[in-house]
T-cell receptor
Framework: GQNIDQPTEMTATEGAIVQINCTYQTSGFNGLFWYQQHAGEAPTFLSYNVLDGLEEKGRFSSFLSRSKGYSYLLLKELQMKDSASYLCVPNGATNKLIFGTGTLLAVQP | GAVVSQHPSWVICKSGTSVKIECRSLDFQATTMFWYRQFPKQSLMLMATSNEGSKATYEQGVEKDKFLINHASLTLSTLTVTSAHPEDSSFYIC??????????FGNGTRLTVT
């Protein structure tokens, strides 16, 4: 089975930094993905963490702690276009990606 | 890289007809393709997993005779919604990956059944 826990909604200000936390439980673990999904569009891939630590990619960074079942996505220099849902998706033993409802981030001017 | 093309982007059909949606991986070989469906304000729901050359594996509650999936090659999978009804109206999204690589999504197909 799989369980994902992340905040339902968050609000942040343009230009600021926001951290979206995710705790997970899964049978088997083969990495964790973060996806971004704008309303009415398909998800787009943001990051993939397999080992513990921080992965930085431009304004977005993702952190993983396997022992704690914990990850976060850090968004810097927020822009209005970053308003979207952010989906934390562990890759379990089945290799199927099961998506939750994610965190709906609203960036305000 | 890792581009997945899905066609059509939107389709309107009459109740009782069938609709075929194509999903192609353009620059990589997709050993596995997944089909998802998403209703407004809900999460993506996995419908089925298909591996090239073998029958698709459907998730519980998904009718395999209604949602026909064919994964004929490493770059093409199709989903056919047979005898569509208004309750089948949804956003259908295909995705593909090579092994344990990240899952890459097509742009989705918005199906409206009248």
């Amino acid at each position: 089975g799989q369980n994902i826990d992340q905040p339902t909604e968050m609000t942040a200000t343009e230009g600021a930094i926001v951290q979206i936390n995710c705790t997970y439980q899964t049978s088997g673990f083969n990495g964790l993905f973060w996806y971004q999904q704008h309303a009415g569009e398909a998800p787009t891939f943001l990051s993939y963490n397999v080992l513990d630590g921080l992965e930085e990619k431009g304004r977005f960074s993702s952190f993983l702690s396997r022992s704690k079942g914990y990850s976060y996505l850090l968004l810097k220099e927020l822009q209005m276009k970053d308003s979207a849902s952010y989906l934390c998706v562990p890759n379990g033993a089945t290799n199927k990606l099961i998506f939750g409802t994610g965190t709906l981030l609203a960036v305000q001017p | 890289g890792a581009v997945v093309s899905q066609h059509p982007s939107w389709v309107i059909c009459k109740s009782g007809t069938s609709v075929k949606i194509e999903c192609r991986s353009l620059d990589f070989q997709a050993t596995t393709m997944f089909w998802y469906r998403q209703f407004p304000k809900q999460s993506l729901m996995l419908m089925a997993t298909s591996n090239e050359g073998s029958k698709a594996t459907y998730e519980q509650g998904v009718e395999k005779d209604k949602f026909l999936i064919n994964h004929a090659s490493l770059t093409l999978s199709t989903l056919t919604v047979t005898s569509a009804h208004p309750e089948d109206s949804s956003f259908y999204i295909c995705s593909a990956r090579d092994g344990r690589s990240p899952l890459h999504f097509g742009n989705g197909t918005r199906l409206t059944v009248t």
